[in-house]
Each structure stands twice: as structure tokens, then as C-alpha cells.
């Protein structure tokens, strides 16, 4: 008896441990998934029946030759509706469709200093693959709008217009609106050199992809891409990619923020991302509603801009510019409309005034910093006020002073605005590669009209709500 236990335990153990192994495998494997097939395919946009994922959700397309990932943007009764990622060449009718059970995630940690990636968060620089641990949903995480840190430091952008009648804050929102040749890549590179924030983050969103390496290159160039991740997802990218390019850049920004660092990021342009939404949305059947954009598009433009901006208290900030691009010179067409709208300031460049060979083509009158008067001395405001002030009066008579048919002596305010109007010209006017610090652009700005920083304002302002 006590010879056959002592046999039969060692098999006991053995079974049992092998059970227990058993056990653990069977719980770390993946659910099973139904597979369906596809059933038709319209333009970009792929339909599946016999299997089902959420929204959001990713799928492998295997064809006999091919393989695809798509995500499923929508559905309807029994059938799927799926974007693809890639190139769609070669997939045939009732190619399978494999629901992974997953969602899109962006990789993140200090690695992506110094890469380049595309919409997928793959690197396009040849410089290998990047570990990182730690993940991140590309929708972000919502921050409570009373748990945000007040805006109360200016940001130095290296740009005088800007820094003296438009100063940006550290965690403000703003948007660059032109037209297409106006200046606004060669304005966003400046302020990409010259603007003081621990981390950049860029989005080339849905642009000419030669302009990819020419922004890193001359832009950036070895010192600044040491400080920053650029997200690549050009014009002849799926829309799929353009709109995942816009959320991983701003995921990206949101983890640094979260370790307390000071980020710019910077995205060209929100135009293309809303312009990405639109073909997603109307290939699967959702109606036009603003000049062919469908309700989607501006419940999407919120959802992202939000995202920046500055986080928990005590933590750090997003300091965003948009570019918005004005089609046909339309400041009143539907993206630009509805990003005026919740953004925290615009800065409007002027064909007109490119023609006439000033740069940075900023309108000074259209353009606007919500925050402004918050983080700036009184005398600075005085200062912008009474510079818009003499500049707005010289462009309201410029045609009689043009055909000689002012005549001087006949309103001082105009005798000002002539005798100042070239200085305002040059202080305007600026090189795109000669910074100039917040502390030079306030002392000009004081230096051309306004009092001296030891002096109290001769005018009370009525500050803006």
C-alpha cells in the first residue's frame, strides 16, 4: 500500500502540473472570432457581411494574394462598412474579413524623439523599429474643463507681429487662416524654429509630400528634430491615414503634456483632416449638410482641437497652431467658419498684402488673441489698441491718399497714420530666418507708440469679454 502511493504521487504531480499549464494557456489565448467576407466594394469603402466588431475596431481583408488592414467606420442591418489602411489592389469578391478584437493604439515613449512616422505610427525615417511599452487609444483621454490650468504665461513664437499685437499663451489654441501661397508652411517653420517649448510635435496632414523633407530639413533641421516627433500622412494617403495622422500627433502631444513638458504642436492643416472626414463619411452614406460636409465633420473638429490645450494643474501644456486653409480666399466657407469659432485666437494671412511683397502676410485687423489680455502688461494693450487704431485709419482712407485727394491738415488722426505708416510697415515686415524674442517685440511696439515701460497709460482700456 504505502509502495503504491509512493509510486503514483510523482505521476500525480507530474499530471497536475501539466493540467495547471494547460489551464494557463487556454487563458491567455485570444476569443475566438467569427470571420465574414466581403460583399462589395464602392470607391474606398468596403462592405462585409457574417461577422461583427465595433466601431473602431480593426480587421485583416485576406485575399488569396493579399492582405489589407481596414478599420470599421460604420454598419447597417447585417453588413459592415470598412476603410481600408493600404492599397486595396487585389482583393477579390468574398476575400475574408478577420475581426482582431482590437482598436488603434499609438506606441509611445522618449524614443519618438527625433523619428518620423506616418499615419499608422510606423517609422518613415529608416532608422528601425520603436519600443515602446507603453500605449495610448488614439482618441485621447477627456480632460475635465475645470481640473485645466488657467492660461497666464505668454509664449515666445519668434515672430513680432505676433509676440506685440497677437501674443500667443503657453497652452493656447490658434489657428493660421490663408489661402493656398500665402505663407503659412514658411510662417509655421519660423515659428517651429524660434518658439521656446521642450517638445514638438508636427502634423502634415493630407499636404504635398515633398514638403515632408523639406519641413524636417530647413525647418527643423538636426537641432530641433533632436526635440521633435513629426507625424507624415501626405495628400496621397488614405483618408483613413490623414485622419489617424491627426489623432496619433495629438496623442503623442498628450503624453509628453502628461509628464509635465511644454509642447507645440503643430498641424497642417485642419482643413485636410475635415476634408478626410468628409470622404469617410459620405462613402458610407451619410448626408451632406453645410456645402457638402456632413454633420460629422464639425462634431470631429471640436473633438480634436479640445485635446490641446493646457492639462491638469500642475501638469504641463499644449501650446496648437492649425493651419486652415481658405478655399477660393473664402474666410467664410464652413471649416474656416466653425474652427474661428473654437479656436482660442486667428491669425489671418493676406493675399493682398503678399502681392505687395510684405512677410509675414498678417493681417493685422482680421487676426485675434482671445487670451491677450490676460497675460501681457496694460501698456502693451494700450500700445496694440493704438496701433490698430492709426493702422485701421490709414487703410480706410488709403485710396483718397493714394489719388492725392486727401489733403493734409484735414484730420490729424489721417495726418498720423501717414507720418507713421511706414514704420508700421517694418515693424511688420520680418526675414523668416531673424527671431525676434517677446521682450524686443514688446520694447518696439512701446518704442513706435506707446509709453514708456516706466510710465502709467495715458487712456483707460475697455478690455474685451
Given amino acids: 500500500m504505502n509502495g503504491s502511493q509512493?509510486?503514483?504521487?510523482?505521476?500525480?504531480?507530474?499530471?497536475?502540473?501539466?493540467?495547471?499549464?494547460?489551464?494557463?494557456?487556454?487563458?491567455?489565448?485570444?476569443?475566438?472570432?467569427?470571420?465574414?467576407?466581403?460583399?462589395?466594394?464602392?470607391?474606398?469603402?468596403?462592405?462585409?457581411?457574417?461577422?461583427?466588431?465595433?466601431?473602431?475596431?480593426?480587421?485583416?481583408?485576406?485575399?488569396?494574394?493579399?492582405?489589407?488592414?481596414?478599420?470599421?467606420?460604420?454598419?447597417?442591418?447585417?453588413?459592415?462598412?470598412?476603410?481600408?489602411?493600404?492599397?486595396?489592389?487585389?482583393?477579390?469578391?468574398n476575400a475574408r474579413v478577420i475581426p482582431t478584437g482590437n482598436v488603434y493604439e499609438v506606441p509611445v515613449s522618449d524614443q519618438l524623439l527625433g523619428r518620423v512616422l506616418d499615419g499608422a505610427g510606423k517609422p518613415l525615417d529608416g532608422k528601425g523599429p520603436i519600443h515602446a511599452r507603453e500605449r495610448m487609444p488614439l482618441t485621447g483621454r477627456v480632460i475635465n474643463p475645470l481640473a485645466r490650468r488657467a492660461i497666464d504665461k505668454p509664449l515666445d513664437v519668434g515672430v513680432q507681429a505676433i509676440n506685440s499685437m497677437l501674443t500667443v499663451g503657453e497652452g493656447q489654441r490658434i489657428g493660421l487662416f490663408a489661402g493656398s501661397g500665402v505663407g503659412k508652411s514658411v510662417l509655421l517653420g519660423m515659428m517651429t524654429r524660434y518658439t521656446t517649448a521642450d517638445i514638438i510635435?508636427?502634423?502634415?496632414?493630407?499636404?504635398?509630400?515633398?514638403?515632408?523633407?523639406?519641413?524636417?530639413?530647413?525647418?527643423?533641421?538636426?537641432?530641433?528634430?533632436?526635440?521633435?516627433?513629426?507625424?507624415?500622412?501626405p495628400a496621397d494617403a488614405s483618408p483613413l491615414m490623414r485622419l489617424h495622422g491627426a489623432s496619433l500627433a495629438t496623442a503623442i502631444a498628450e503624453y509628453f503634456r502628461d509628464q509635465g513638458k511644454n509642447v507645440l504642436l503643430l498641424m497642417d492643416s485642419l482643413t485636410r483632416y475635415a476634408q478626410a472626414q468628409r470622404e469617410i463619411a459620405l462613402a458610407i452614406g451619410e448626408p451632406p449638410a453645410t456645402k457638402g460636409y456632413p454633420p460629422s465633420v464639425f462634431a470631429k473638429l471640436p473633438a480634436l482641437v479640445e485635446r490641446a490645450g493646457t492639462g491638469d494643474v500642475g501638469g504641463g501644456s499644449i501650446t496648437a497652431f492649425y493651419t486652415v486653409l481658405a478655399e477660393g480666399d473664402d474666410q467664410q466657407d464652413p471649416i474656416s467658419d466653425a474652427s474661428r469659432a473654437i479656436l482660442d485666437g486667428h491669425v489671418v494671412l493676406s493675399r493682398q498684402i503678399a502681392e505687395s511683397g510684405r512677410y509675414p502676410a498678417i493681417d493685422i485687423e482680421a487676426s485675434i488673441s482671445r487670451v491677450m489680455t490676460e497675460i501681457v502688461p496694460?501698456?502693451?494693450?494700450?500700445a496694440a489698441r493704438r496701433f490698430k487704431q492709426i493702422y485701421s485709419h490709414?487703410?480706410?482712407?488709403?485710396?483718397?491718399?493714394?489719388?492725392?485727394?486727401?489733403?493734409?491738415?484735414?484730420?490729424?488722426?489721417?495726418?498720423?497714420?501717414?507720418?507713421?505708416?511706414?514704420?508700421?510697415?517694418?515693424?511688420?515686415?520680418?526675414?523668416m530666418h531673424q527671431p525676434v524674442t517677446l521682450e524686443e517685440s514688446q520694447q518696439e511696439l512701446l518704442d513706435l507708440v506707446g509709453a514708456a515701460p516706466d510710465e502709467p497709460p495715458t487712456e483707460p482700456l475697455n478690455k474685451p469679454g
Wanted: aromatic fraction near 4%; glycine fraction near 10%.
Fill in 201 to 233: 510635435v508636427v502634423g502634415l496632414i493630407g499636404e504635398r509630400g515633398r514638403e515632408v523633407k523639406e519641413f524636417i530639413d530647413k525647418s527643423l533641421g538636426p537641432e530641433g528634430m533632436a526635440r521633435s516627433v513629426v507625424v507624415a500622412s
Fill in 394 to 431: 490709414y487703410q480706410q482712407n488709403k485710396d483718397l491718399i493714394s489719388v492725392g485727394a486727401y489733403t493734409r491738415g484735414s484730420d490729424p488722426r489721417i495726418d498720423e497714420a501717414i507720418a507713421l505708416y511706414p514704420r508700421f510697415e517694418a515693424f511688420l515686415t520680418q526675414g
Fill in 378 to 382: 496694460e501698456q502693451q494693450l494700450q
Fill in 6 to 93: 509512493r509510486v503514483s504521487n510523482p505521476l500525480s504531480s507530474s499530471l497536475l502540473k501539466r493540467l495547471k499549464q494547460r489551464h494557463e494557456r487556454l487563458e491567455q489565448a485570444l476569443p475566438l472570432q467569427v470571420e465574414g467576407r466581403i460583399t462589395r466594394i464602392v470607391g474606398l469603402t468596403l462592405e462585409a457581411v457574417g461577422c461583427q466588431s465595433p466601431i473602431g475596431g480593426r480587421c485583416l481583408i485576406v485575399g488569396p494574394n493579399s492582405m489589407v488592414e481596414a478599420e470599421v467606420v460604420g454598419f447597417s442591418n447585417e453588413k459592415l462598412f470598412l476603410m481600408p489602411i493600404g492599397d486595396i489592389h487585389g482583393i477579390e469578391p
